[in-house]
């Protein structure tokens, strides 16, 4: 089995073929959004759009709900929260925005945000309007002409490596960022927050894991760099790229931004990527092209992260058993979602059994059994 859980999946309206609806859901199976509503309040505030032809929304995805729209003349994307409970501190539109608008100017991979709503009134959660970047987003599979080219696994690598690098590198005070999340003790809070949203998304009784992670960070507590600006969800399919040459042209899905060690965004990266002799569940998982030939493995990855950022990479494999049970209970909500709403999509039906393959990985990572 192969899944694809791509929150930004396909801001993509130049696809690597010719059908024009590439990356768009068809409009039968849209969330519907009072397009007419939103015309007014933009009006209010001096923006021109209009609501016919309805806008179209982007394809893939569990997570925020995007729409290409057109906007004071020109091409835009509206992000929003998906409809019913959102686990907590996740899809947070006022915070992605705040964090869009202070990266302006300090990191030139971050979309602009063009405009930022509060309002739940208008369409039934916050949303925001950011600046529409063209390009192409790759999940689990290089698209053609690059699958099975060994310089596009190096071109992808070496820009993974140099964002990460670059995006911690930003000066969080000069972008207004400094008071962004709560730094001090991160990896510790972190567990201990996925080891509450486990209990949820497991009914009651969180996995026996959870309880050994906090254990083993509470006898063996890792020493944090210094606090850095954290995409939190840092993986290839959060970019966007240009078709031909694969160089970056946006970064998005800002919505989980915070400060904290560095480590936690290399971990986060490095618990989506499989090598070809991971057990099932990391190929199942299906997120990066990383077994294609060109990728290093995630051992090779941490070297090359570590001399090209001059940090110190020796507390990595904490944060990688974290970020690998993060990504285990991440499954098991969108399973629980799909259960008990009755979503269509029927690839979250095997998500549970996914969720529990991955608190397995996770063991591994703790004992030092999986680079």
């Keep these: 089995m192969h899944f694809t859980a791509s929150r930004a999946a396909a801001y993509c309206a130049e696809a690597m073929n010719d059908t024009p609806d590439t990356g768009f859901i068809a409009p039968r199976d849209q969330v519907a959004q009072d397009w007419h509503r939103l015309a007014a309040y933009l ?7 209009a609501p016919d032809p309805s806008p179209r929304q982007f394809a893939g995805g569990f997570g925020n709900l995007n729409y290409l729209i057109e906007m004071d003349g020109g091409p835009a994307v509206l992000r929003r ?8 501190g996740a899809n947070d539109m006022l915070r992605e925005g705040r964090i869009l608008r202070g990266l302006e100017g300090h990191f030139a991979l971050a979309p602009r945000c063009l405009f930022l709503c509060e309002d739940i009134a208008i369409l039934g959660a916050p949303f925001l309007i950011m600046e529409y ?34 995006l911690h590198a930003v000066d969080a005070g000069a972008a207004g960022l400094d008071r962004l999340g709560r730094p001090e003790g991160f990896l510790a809070r972190t567990a201990q927050g ?21 254990d083993w960070l509470d006898r063996e507590p890792v020493i944090e760099g210094p606090a850095v600006l954290l995409h939190n969800d840092f993986k290839l399919d959060n970019f966007i790229l240009d078709p031909a040459s694969l160089a970056p042209r946006a970064l998005i899905d800002w919505d989980l931004g915070t400060r904290g060690d560095s480590l936690w965004d290399l971990a986060v990266l490095l618990s989506y990527w499989t090598e070809p002799g ?7 998982l299906a997120q990066m092209p990383t077994t294609e030939p060109g990728f290093p493995t995630r051992a090779g990855f941490i070297e090359r992260y570590a001399r090209l950022s001059g940090r110190d990479v020796g507390s990595v494999r904490q944060f990688r058993a974290v970020a690998q049970f993060r990504l ?36 591994e990572v703790m004992a030092g059994r999986t680079d």
């Design 43 to 49: 009006g209010s505030h001096g923006h021109d759009f």
């Design 81 to 88: 929260p998906p409809p019913g409970p959102l686990p907590p």
């Design 133 to 166: 970047r063209r390009g192409i987003v790759i999940g689990g599979t290089l698209p053609a002409p690059h699958a099975g080219n060994p310089q596009a696994g190096r071109t992808l690598t070496a820009t993974l490596c140099s964002v990460l690098s670059d």
């Design 278 to 284: 991971d057990p099932g569940t990391m190929h199942d």
């Design 194 to 214: 996925w080891a509450k949203r486990a209990e949820l998304a497991w009914e009651g009784t969180a996995p026996a894991v959870a309880g050994e992670i906090l």
């Design 328 to 363: 285990a209970v991440v499954f098991r909500q969108i399973f629980r979602r799909y259960r008990d709403s009755g979503e269509a999509n029927p690839r979250a039906g095997a998500f549970d059994e996914l969720a529990e393959g991955l608190l397995a990985v996770t063991r």
